[in-house]
């Protein structure tokens, strides 16, 4: 079941792009961004309460918290770049190189979570660097 919520995500990233680099028409790209995460913490917030999810605020660790507020700041700095990075250029020109994110990913945690790296594993991170160097290169 967890693979389909990982099409919906794709699906939503995919549709992300698109509809930002459309309203950032004419707005600063700094702007684009704060407007889509309030839209986001708006959204996140309203489901959290509905299913009475906060609760689990009071158990969180000294280390959850340290980790999230990081995790946070790493996102609110992805989404500037990449908006900006919409801002300048075509999505077709951005989306490839933002998935770059997929094989680092895959970098990271084997080098920081100890997760292990099998030759399929391996072979789709190559395929996806070299994918985006085929569809970046001019």
């Given at each position: ?35 889509r995460t ?91 660097i070299g ?8």
């Amino acid at each position: 079941m967890w693979w389909v919520y990982a099409v919906l995500s794709a699906i939503f990233a995919a549709l992300t792009a698109i509809f930002a680099k459309v309203g950032m028409a004419n707005v600063n790209s700094n702007l684009a961004t704060a407007i889509r995460t309030v839209v986001v913490l708006i959204m996140i917030w309203s489901i959290v309460l509905f299913r009475s999810e906060a609760k689990g605020i009071l158990t969180l660790s000294k280390q959850n918290i340290i980790f999230l507020v990081i995790s946070g700041v790493a996102t609110g700095l992805s989404w500037m770049f990449y908006f900006k990075a919409l801002k300048m250029a075509d999505v077709s020109q951005v989306a490839p190189i933002d998935k770059l994110s997929l094989a680092l990913t895959i970098i990271l945690s084997v080098t920081f979570l100890g997760e292990s790296l099998t030759l399929k594993t391996a072979i789709g991170a190559l395929l996806i660097i070299g994918g985006t160097v085929v569809l970046i290169w001019k």
